[in-house]
């Protein structure tokens, strides 16, 4: 059984920064492309980042360019997003999210897995 489990989220202040993980288990995870999406109260969810099997990385959509990086460790299954200089307009749960087709995809459904979200409040 394929999981994925998002931690990190909380709550901070504007400006401040927040790490998150995922790990995942029951699948290849150096096969797997990873991404991180976003869905704010309200709105659709959104692409927010990333990374392909061989560790290149889609481009960040503007409103989180230079400010949030994804990488993986294959050793540990997991996936991060670094979230620096965060913003109230970051507020929102987070997902990670496995793609295995072999395309890298900035669309929700070419990923076949989803991890559960964690929250990530950011207060001004």
């Known amino acids: 059984q394929v999981q994925l489990v998002e931690s990190g989220g909380g709550q901070v202040q504007a400006g401040g920064s927040l790490r998150l993980s995922c790990v995942a288990s029951?699948?290849?995870?150096?096969?797997?492309?990873l991404g991180w999406f976003r869905q704010a109260p309200g709105k659709e969810r959104e692409f927010v980042a990333a990374?392909?099997?061989?560790?290149?990385?889609?481009p960040y959509p503007d409103s989180v360019k230079g400010r949030f990086t994804i990488s993986r460790d294959n050793l540990k299954s997991t996936v991060y997003l670094q979230m620096n200089s965060l913003k109230t307009e970051d507020t929102a749960v987070y997902y990670c999210a496995a793609n295995g087709g072999g395309l890298a995809s900035k669309r929700e459904y070419d990923y076949e897995y989803w991890g559960q979200g964690t929250r990530v409040t950011v207060s001004s």
């Open positions: 029951g699948l290849p995870f150096s096969n797997y492309d």
């Open positions: 990374i392909i099997r061989t560790g290149g990385y889609l």
